[in-house]
């Protein structure tokens, strides 16, 4: 299989596309195109996401400045879209010269000397070393228990869609992540989601 992290939409004509080349796309956040993204898929080929940074648009960007939220909402408008995967660079990624990630939270740091630059905290970090603790392993922030929270999320509508129920799940999710760039700031929303959707699946098991 054919992978590439680029975007279904050409940025530029002139550049040409990758059309017949690519098996699985797996653009931004910001520059998934809901349209061309959808036509790829007809024609069987898969999408998958990503997201580093804070690049372009507002989506839900993973940073320890940021909400919870953004760890378990990209999942929902995956699902949205129908794309099923997730790529991230980095879990355990710490910046030169950070002694204690535990209280200094910069992991990606491209300030120059002048200390001009963007400062990315928590970028490509999603478990501490447990040794500072005093724990023989990795210690899971709470960043990666969100995104493993949305994971959950997603299986729950992935069950219900194998179910022949989509249409249905789609009905919580669409007020909640209606795109990338949309999608509900208060977290009890997706937990009040999540126990429809457990409903919607008890009720479709055969007694």
């Known amino acids: 299989k ?10 530029d004509a002139a ?4 059309y017949g080349a690519v098996d699985i796309w797996c653009p931004l956040f910001s520059l998934h195109d809901p349209e061309t993204g959808a036509q790829r898929q007809a024609l069987g080929e898969v ?11 507002p989506t839900p960007w993973w940073h ?23 790529l991230y660079w980095g879990g355990m990624v710490y910046w030169r010269g950070v002694e204690d ?9 491209r300030r120059n000397k002048d200390g001009k630059g963007p400062l990315y905290n928590g970028e490509g ?13 990795i210690a899971d ?13 997603y ?15 789609e009905k919580i999710v669409l007020p909640l992540a209606s795109t990338f760039f949309q999608w509900d700031k208060a977290p009890t929303a997706y937990n009040a989601a999540r126990a429809k959707l457990a409903e919607m699946i008890v009720r479709s098991k055969p007694r």
């Open 2 to 11: 054919v992978m590439v992290v680029e975007q279904t939409k050409t940025q």
């Open 15 to 18: 550049w040409g596309d990758l």
């Open 47 to 57: 999408l998958w996401t990503y997201t580093a940074l804070c690049q372009r648009d």
């Open 64 to 86: 320890t400045d940021f909400p919870l939220l953004n760890y378990r909402v990209p999942a929902w408008q995956s699902w949205r879209y129908r794309i099923r995967g997730l």
């Open 101 to 109: 990630p535990w209280t200094d939270p910069k992991t990606l740091d």
């Open 125 to 137: 970090a999603l478990v501490y070393p447990g040794r500072v603790v005093g724990y023989d392993g």
């Open 141 to 153: 922030s709470l960043r990666l228990k969100a995104l493993r929270d949305g994971i959950e999320d």
């Open 155 to 169: 299986e729950y509508l992935a069950i219900l869609e194998r179910s022949g129920l989509a249409s249905e799940a």
